[in-house]
């Protein structure tokens, strides 16, 4: 299990996973399985911040000690 952030910051801007799920580009049962701290590949990572309206450079907001 990875540790983030993401349901937090998503709920924080009053998206629901269908939402978020849309503006990434992937899909729902994606976003369920990252908040519940699967591991995901780092071009889904890049998709999710920048849906969330952050930058590459501000990940550790969301995705908490992440070493990739």
């Known amino acids: 299990m990875v540790k983030n952030n ?3 910051y998503r709920e924080r801007l009053l998206l629901s996973k269908s939402e978020l799920a849309r503006k990434a580009g992937v899909s729902v ?3 369920d399985r ?3 701290g ?3 590949r780092m071009e889904t990572k890049r998709k999710i911040l920048l849906a969330l309206g952050l930058s590459l450079e501000e990940k550790e907001k969301v995705f908490v000690g992440d070493e990739e």
């Open 38 to 40: 699967s591991r995901c």
């Open 29 to 31: 049962l994606t976003i």
């Open 34 to 36: 990252v908040e519940k």
């Open 6 to 8: 993401l349901r937090k």
